[in-house]
Structure formats: C-alpha cells, structure tokens
C-alpha cells in the first residue's frame, strides 16, 4: 500500500454551531479519538493546516460572496444565508482554513509525499454554490481544490466522487458545463436538497460529465456495490482521471440520523479498495478524500476508520 497522509487541527474545532445541531465540532473529535487508538496512528503523514488564500476561493465562488460572507459572519450573524447554516464570529476564518487543508493536501500528494490523503475538515462543502451557502457548507472545499490541482499543478482531468448520501448540489453546478471534470454522485434521492436526478448529465461542453446515480430510500450494500461496479468504475476508466477527489460522506450509514440509506461500516472500506484501484490505474495512485457530512458520532468514526485503514493497508 502506499503512504497515506492525514490533515487534523483543533482550529475546525472553533467553528461553533448552535446547540442540538448535527453538524458539530464533537464529529471531528470522535474521528481524532478512534484513529489515535490504531496501531498505523503514528505510521500516517502529518500534513499542517493552512489558510486558503483568497484567490483560491475566487476560483469557485464570487468575490462578492466571499466579501459577503465575512462581513454577515464577522459581525455576528448567527446564520448565514439558510436556517441549516449556524455560524458563529469564528465560522469565516475557519471556513479559509477548511479549504486551505485541502489545498495543503493536494500539494502533499502533488509533491509524492503521501499517495493518498484525507482531511478531517468542517465546515463541509459540497453544498455550498457560487453565491450561496446551503446544507451546513460555506465555501465548496473540494471544487476549490479541484480548481486548484488544474491551476497550480496544470493537471487536465480531475475525477469527484461524492458518496456522501445528499446530492453535492454546488460541486455539480460549479462543474456542469466542464468536461475537465467528471462529478460522479450516489445519492438518496428524491431528498435535500432536490437535485440529482439521473437526467441531470451536463450542459454544454459538459454533457456527460456529471453522473447522477439516485438511490432509493432503504438501499444498502449491495444496491450500492453494484452501481460503483457498473457506473462509477467504469466512468473513472473511460475519463482516466489524473487526481480522484472524493467527497468524503459517512450518512449513507445506515445509524446515521439524517437520512434513509442502509450501508454497513463496511461499505466504505469497500468504496475506498475501487478507487484505489481506479487510481492505481490512471492517477499514480493520487487521491484525496475530504470530510462531508456523516452526524452518528460512533458510525462517523468507525466508518472513517475503515476507510484510513484501507489506504493504509493494515
């Protein structure tokens, strides 16, 4: 197996969200606490945080959005832009170091430091749009990083592959039209937050390059196994991408509170074993998962755990 790094820093823990939401800081925690009790803790790569610089968010979102977003949230909003997006004084600044993880990461990998890489961000991202925060997600971390893998390091194809049970609204939007970028989605649908239906293919230049695989309410293991077999795999070999981004969800789980979809622990280390694969094959093993969502303390990181176990072989 190839070396595996890992991104944590206790300034994730300082985005507070009001009592009784699911996405909070104790998430990070649990992850942090299960793969510090493995044997392979010690063996993973430490990969520091940083915060992303403006222009990086600048090439997924709005400069007036950005501008937005640090003024409504500095100032003490208690939400931003929806109800489900609770924030506090602190939530822009960590937001920056969200995505800059990622983007720490990519360069960690970039540079042949680690094959495969995962970061234990918040806020989440998938959801977020050019211009609007949604679904628990202020800025969209893994098209910001993806962006960037095209920018800094001139790769040409980028694979997202969002398991993550709610359809990656915002990463599908930023992508539609792109055919540098396959978006690849498994998903409960129909759920939040609406889109991700099987007809929604691309536009333009981008027809065929996002991949809607909705899933029924109550599908498990098998229904989910044989749709990364017979769609996902095979769309990652027809593109042959140079970097696999993966949006990283545990609440497909089936403890997981917010959603209806039936996977074992289990299923994720089986996820993570194709896309090696998938790497292996077109990417120089490169590959890098970030933290979506996932709100069961105990599956989130049991689940996490399955998958770091995988990259690193043990």
Known sequence: MGTTAYLFDPIYLEHQTEWGHPERAERLIAIETMLQSKSYYEDLVRVKARKAEIQHIELVHDAAYIRRAREEIERGDEYFDSMDNSVCTRSFEVALYAAGGALAMCDQIMDAKADYGFCAVRPPGHHAERGHAAGFCIFNNIAIAARYLQKEHKLKRIAIVDWDVHHGNGSQHTFEKDNTVLYASLHQFPYYPGTGSGMEKGRDEGVDYTLNIPMDAGSGDEEYRAAFRERIIPALDAFRPEFILISA??????????????????????????????????AKNRMLALLEGGYNLDTLAASVERMMRTFVGA
């Open 249 to 282: 969800g545990f609440d497909a789980h089936r403890n997981d509170p917010l959603a209806g979809i039936n996977l074992s622990t289990g299923m994720f280390g089986e996820f993570t074993t194709m896309l090696m694969e998938a790497a292996a094959r077109h």
